[in-house]
């Protein structure tokens, strides 16, 4: 079956735009996760949904970033007045079960989109 | 705080031959460990998994230990191919209140295997 799609793949802003990054997790799956990945670096964690609910937001760095998953399947993390620091791959990830459940439960990441904020 | 150390930064191996990539952690409450794999412009790739009580853990070529009171891992390559040039990174997965999966990602080692 289909993995976790990104869309848009690379995506470039001017300062100050609003960006919208889509997620389309893989079907069924539970958990929703999106990680903020700067050049060299490991992603660190933004914010963490259970179906419809946005249980876990601490990693969200400013009150710029918004993130939504109305049905409990597709998510859009949402970035308003880009700021250069924003520039990083943006990757989204999907389990079967949720957080709370069986620890080793795989997560599933998508290909990331490349941010670019000039 | 948790964390989540590798070494070497990079490394350059040539084809045919093996090679050990190291990580060293600090998160407790310690769930599970993880050895992922990203290829450049994909996202990372699950290689293996292991708990507290997994001391090793295969997958093809690739093995990875677990010494649960020092704290560290290890990805040993055999053979290694062209193909495994990619970045692989280390990722602990912490208790958090009643998360049990909140994942904590090393910044990687860069694996360049060339002919």
């Known amino acids: 079956g289909a993995g976790v799609s990104q869309s848009p793949r690379y995506k470039v802003a001017k300062r100050g735009q609003d960006v919208a990054l889509r997620c389309d997790p893989i079907s069924g799956h539970v958990s929703l996760f999106w990680y903020q990945q700067a050049l060299g670096q490991g992603p660190e964690f933004l914010t963490y949904f259970q179906n419809e609910a946005q249980l876990d937001k601490s990693g969200l760095p400013s009150d710029r970033f918004f993130a939504e998953r109305p049905e409990g399947s597709v998510s859009t993390l949402k970035i308003q007045r880009t700021q250069q620091e924003d520039s990083a791959v943006y990757l989204c990830?999907?389990?079967?079960?949720?957080?709370?459940?069986?620890?080793?439960?795989?997560?599933?990441f998508g290909p990331g989109t490349r941010l670019t904020v000039l | 705080k948790n964390q989540v150390e590798q070494s070497p930064q990079s490394l350059i191996i040539l084809e045919g031959k093996n090679c050990t990539l190291q990580?060293?952690?600090?998160?407790?409450?310690?769930?599970?460990l993880r050895w992922y794999k990203q290829d450049t412009g994909r996202g990372p790739v699950s290689l293996t998994i292991m708990t507290f009580s997994e001391n090793t853990k295969s997958n093809g070529r690739y093995t990875a230990t677990l010494d649960a009171d020092t704290k560290q891992s290890s990805l040993h390559i055999t053979a290694s191919q062209l193909s495994d040039s990619a970045s692989y990174i280390c990722?602990?997965?912490?208790?958090?209140?009643?998360?049990?999966?909140?994942?904590?990602f090393g910044t990687g080692t860069l694996l360049a295997v060339q002919p």
């Open positions: 990580c060293n952690y600090t998160v407790s409450p310690f769930s599970n």
């Open positions: 990830a999907s389990s079967f079960l949720p957080r709370e459940g069986k620890s080793t439960d795989t997560q599933y």
């Open positions: 990722v602990v997965s912490a208790r958090d209140g009643g998360a049990t999966n909140k994942l904590i």
